[in-house]
């Protein structure tokens, strides 16, 4: 009954700016925290942002604080990853998921976390 779908991604130069989208079917997702987590070639996903249920607190992996922003916009079911500043080891397929509890204890980093995904945006970052 959960859908997720990413757009955006696409090829960018060293330095430049991407918007992923991640639109979301379901009448609850303005309940839950999302988070987006990304898998570079040859490794496994990790953690990349999330935002609680009102925006009102987000998190970020320490190697893209200060370069992406997460956001949300619930009447339109949507979260968002604005990435500025790309580095080539940025490169991976960006994925949108979805919190599986509507409480917020804190911890958001772990895929286990999750429990709606989408299908993947690749996002690749040239030197």
């Known amino acids: 009954q959960v859908q997720l779908v990413e757009s955006g991604g696409g090829l960018v130069q060293a330095g430049g700016s991407l918007r992923l989208s991640c639109a979301v079917s379901?009448?609850?997702?303005?309940?839950?925290?999302m988070g987006w987590f990304r898998q570079p070639p040859g490794k496994e996903r990790e953690f990349v942002a999330a935002?609680?249920?009102?925006?009102?607190?987000?998190y970020y992996a320490d190697i893209v604080k200060c370069r992406f922003t997460i956001s949300r916009d619930n009447p339109k079911n949507t979260v968002y990853l604005q990435m500025n500043s790309l580095k080539p080891e940025d490169t991976a397929v960006y994925y949108c998921?979805?919190?599986?509890?509507?409480?917020?204890?804190?911890?958001?980093?772990?895929?286990?976390?999750?429990?709606?995904w989408g299908r993947g945006t690749q996002v690749t970052v040239s030197s």
């Open positions: 935002i609680t249920w009102n925006g009102g607190a987000t």
């Open positions: 998921a979805r919190k599986s509890s509507i409480v917020d204890s804190g911890s958001y980093s772990s895929t286990g976390l999750y429990d709606y």
């Open positions: 379901g009448r609850t997702f303005s309940s839950y925290s």
